[in-house]
């Protein structure tokens, strides 16, 4: 539905030039929910802006549904734009007009009556919940009522993307769940191909199907929601990661410790299994759960644990070798006897 290839955008300003986007290639097919993740200055919303033309790229192709955007006259992006919807952090309503008067106006440039306007946009405050505070202003409203108009809005002219910059970012966390369950059902019932820009992991965690990481104008690593948060391979995508799920010891405990410490991954069907309590059945050794978590990402099990080994030392081998038969993701964090030997020789 979104093809991006090799899209730059470079600002120029006082004399200097600044990457907002270097060299993106992206494919975002239709029906899906699809979150670019990242910290402030990243490129995000520039690469979001680019994906409608409201920002024009350096370089580089934007095509949607087939239409390469770039090729189109002011007029015809005019048009084409119509079905690309957008929402912003801020909501960017009218405040002098009502709810229903801010919905309805999206359709005005599209030629729409005003008879036919005021029913559709009725039909979408249904939509989206807010039908009772149709003759109400903005101002009267929640941060999380107000998105909710400004997701009417840019339905209001059936539109196949809906292009979402920090749409959560300025909202508490039970609205943000109640917004992104509502653009969920959005998506699946309109069949409305959603990308979604966020700081935060857990927004990608809950509703994307799949994610991009990007630093400095780069995406750095991609791929389904499910496989980057069991097998994140680039650094920064990791620090995102521990954002949802903490998997640190504190060094205290490192210390402390005699086993060795082994951090393991179980995804997919293996989650629901007994890997941990047959591990310690069949090996003569002693297991001690110092972190563990099931997560469900997309309806499917993601299981990590970080566990203390202890025994003798080709037995605990032994089973670390089950381990990594059975899992893909198996870390040792931590030898056997590691923290005595730093503790010696630091004393
Ligand atoms: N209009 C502009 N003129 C000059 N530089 C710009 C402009 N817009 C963005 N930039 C620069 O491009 C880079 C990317 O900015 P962008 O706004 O896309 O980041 P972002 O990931 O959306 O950040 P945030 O999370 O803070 O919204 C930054 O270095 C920024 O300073
Ligand atoms: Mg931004």
Do not use: W
């Amino acid at each position: 539905m979104i093809t991006i290839e090799q899209l730059s955008k470079v600002y120029h300003s006082k004399g200097k030039s600044v990457i907002g986007v270097d060299d993106v290639t992206l494919n975002i097919d239709q029906g899906e929910i699809y979150g670019i993740v990242g910290y402030s200055g990243a490129g995000k919303s520039t690469l979001l802006r680019c994906m409608n033309v409201l920002e024009r790229p350096t370089s580089g192709i934007v095509r949607i549904d087939g239409i390469d955007l770039m090729s189109l006259s002011p007029k015809e992006l005019r048009k084409a734009r119509q079905s690309i919807g957008m929402i912003f952090q801020g909501f960017h309503l009218a405040m002098s007009k009502t709810v229903l008067e801010n919905v309805a106006f999206a359709l005005k440039a599209s030629g729409v009556g005003r008879k036919e306007r005021r029913k559709r946009a009725e039909e979408l405050l249904v939509l989206v919940g807010l039908d009772d505070k149709a003759n109400q202003y903005p101002a009267q409203l929640s941060g999380g009522q107000k998105q909710r108009v400004s997701i009417a809005r840019a339905l209001a002219n059936n539109p196949k993307v809906l292009l979402c910059d920090e749409a959560t970012s300025a909202l508490d966390p039970n609205t943000t769940k109640s917004i992104l369950k509502l653009l969920q059902e959005i998506n699946r019932e309109l069949g409305l191909t959603i990308v979604l820009i966020t700081h935060e992991m857990e927004v990608v965690k809950e509703i994307c199907d799949r994610c991009a990481v990007m630093e400095e104008g780069r995406i750095v690593e991609q791929g389904s929601t499910y496989d980057i948060f069991a097998y994140p391979e680039n650094e920064l995508t990791k620090r995102f990661i521990q954002t949802v799920i903490d998997f640190q010891i504190p060094e205290e405990q490192l210390v402390k410790s005699q086993g060795t410490i082994v951090h393991m991954t179980i995804t997919g069907e293996l989650a629901g299994e007994s890997i941990v309590s047959d591990l310690l059945q069949h090996h003569d050794i002693r297991g001690n759960i110092l972190h563990g978590k099931i997560d469900y990402i997309q309806n499917q099990a993601l299981g990590m644990f970080v566990m203390e080994l202890t025994g003798d030392r080709s037995e605990v081998e032994r089973a670390i070798g089950t381990l990594h038969d059975k899992l893909e993701e198996v870390e040792v964090l931590q030898d056997a006897g590691t923290a005595d030997q730093s503790m010696a020789r630091a004393e």
